[in-house]
């Protein structure tokens, strides 16, 4: 005995109607920039992650890890970073020097998260050391956990490590790649080396 | 005794969770064909949405053994009481538009999932389950908590009684 063929038409619309309604724990979207393909992720909190997909493994990789530590609930939802993508976009467009979304600190835990304080206190256009964001964080001489610390920054840009270079002004790491480095330095003006 | 797939794997930290998105993608597609089947287009959307919103609010931590069963068991209650509502309050048929003819998809509503949701609750349960979601017996039995054998004989019953229907 056969019953007819079902549909899968419908499904997909079905699925984005749901992403409208659902109130997952971590929503996010995907969006291109001037430097690369960004997943931006936020809890009811505030933006929680900024990941360069290609460069941190995908979609896949990057919300695999949201899942294992903040909760499985994560759901593509793009209209809840709205104001992220809004924000980022006037940045690279030179509209915008300081972010004003709230900002999910829960990947981010002591002495890390205090040189990542340290370092959104870097204005814009301007420029910090290793040196100078672990003395931001209380601990002047942990230069080197500092660089580890800025390597791990959950939400590059947002947070601009970009902005803390080596005493001395060479541009040490990032954790996107150095050509990102390069491409948001140049965005707020400054001098590369 | 039907074995429970809808059971989780003990916790350890490095196994994979897998983010609700990846479960969404992966069971979307059998999850629309069956409620298609079960309550038809005009209603699936609805339940589609009150499924997976279900799904997400019991998502657990750790993996399960079979998403596919674990969504399909999801679906498969919300179509129940769907059912079950449905039967408390009779509308009368000539005043409710035929929705296949409604929304433009007649070809949804050929006579046999028409058939199929006229079939006794336990008979339709076990034949949606089975051909809409295209389980094994052992998962529809242990979607429904029933045993193999029972859910075995639920289906061949109700394609019976569908035979019956459809030649006559």
């Known amino acids: 005995m056969r019953l007819p063929e079902l549909p899968v038409d419908g499904a997909a619309e079905a699925a984005a109607r749901f992403a409208q309604v659902a109130d997952p724990d971590v929503a996010y979207t995907l969006e291109d920039s001037p430097v690369g393909r960004l997943l931006l992720a936020g809890t009811r909190r505030g933006l929680v992650r900024v990941a360069y997909a290609e460069f941190e493994g995908g979609e896949d990789a990057v919300t695999e890890d949201l899942a294992r530590r903040i909760s499985p609930r994560v759901l593509r939802a793009p209209a809840r970073l709205d104001e992220a993508r809004r924000e980022l976009e006037e940045f690279f467009a030179g509209r915008r020097r300081a972010f004003d979304l709230p900002l999910d600190w829960s990947l981010t835990r002591g002495f890390g998260r205090r040189v990542l304080q340290a370092t959104a206190r870097i204005p814009f256009g301007q420029t910090g050391t290793y040196a100078s964001v672990a003395a931001g964080a209380g601990s002047p001489r942990a230069v080197r956990a500092a660089g580890t610390a800025l390597g791990r920054n959950p939400l590059p840009i947002v947070v601009p490590c970009h902005r803390v270079l080596r005493t001395g002004g060479a541009l040490g790491g990032y954790t996107g790649g150095l050509e990102r480095k390069r491409t948001l330095l140049a965005v707020e003006g400054v001098p590369l080396p | 005794m ?47 949405q009150e499924t997976f919103l279900a799904a997400m609010r019991a998502y657990p931590r750790t993996t399960i053994d079979n998403p596919r069963a674990w969504a399909l068991t999801i679906a498969h209650r919300k179509a129940l009481d769907h059912h079950r509502a449905r039967a408390r309050r009779p509308v009368p048929v000539a005043a409710v538009p035929d929705a296949g003819a409604l929304d433009g998809h007649a070809v949804l509503e050929e006579p046999t999932w028409e058939a199929v949701r006229a079939l006794p609750p336990k008979q339709r349960a076990c034949v949606l389950l089975r051909y809409a979601g295209d389980l094994a017996h052992a998962e529809v039995a242990a979607a429904l908590g029933i045993s193999e054998e029972a859910a075995r004989r639920n289906v061949s019953d109700g394609l019976r009684r569908l035979r019956g229907e459809v030649e006559r």
């Open chain 2, 2 to 48: 039907a074995r429970d797939l809808t059971r989780r794997r003990s916790w350890s930290s490095d196994v994979a969770v897998t983010p609700f998105q990846r479960f969404l993608d992966e069971q979307r597609d059998a999850v629309w064909r069956f409620l298609v089947a079960a309550v038809g287009r005009q209603d699936a959307d609805d339940l589609f």
